[in-house]
Nanobody, 128 residues
Framework: EVQLVESGGGMVQPGGSLRLSCVAS????????MSWVRQAPGKGPEWVSA????????YYSDFVKGRFTISRDNAKSTLYLQMNSLKPEDTALYYC?????????????????????WGQGTQVTVSS
């Protein structure tokens, strides 16, 4: 059974930082490109960032580029998202997700929630 367990969220002031983690099990983590996806209240899922299976290539949405850094530790089957210079508009539930294929053309193609592989997410709230 695929399991993804996110943690590290919290409440921070604008300009603050958080580091999210996602521990994976039930599949061969090192063979999957992985993504972070977020969902704000009343909105649909929004792709944030992705990383190649080996961790050498990273991709970012325009709204987090330069502020967030995605990384992974395949020995620990863990995905990370370092978030700096947080803004109120970053407030959302953050999920990690497997990508459906490898490579640049599929960097934003994460498995949908309906596939049943998403975790419970971790809440990030940015507010003064």
């Amino acid at each position: 059974e695929v399991q993804l367990v996110e943690s590290g969220g919290g409440m921070v002031q604008p300009g603050g930082s958080l580091r999210l983690s996602c521990v994976a099990s039930g599949f061969t983590f090192r063979t999957y490109d992985m993504s972070w996806v977020r969902q704000a209240p009343g909105k649909g899922p929004e792709w944030v960032s992705a990383i190649s299976a080996a961790g050498y290539t990273t991709y970012y949405s325009d709204f987090v580029k330069g502020r967030f850094t995605i990384s992974r530790d395949n020995a620990k089957s863990t995905l990370y998202l370092q978030m700096n210079s947080l803004k109120p508009e970053d407030t959302a539930l953050y999920y990690c997700a497997r990508n459906m294929a490898r490579g640049p053309s599929s960097s934003r193609d994460y498995e949908p929630r309906s596939a049943g592989s998403w975790g419970q997410g971790t809440q990030v709230t940015v507010s003064s």
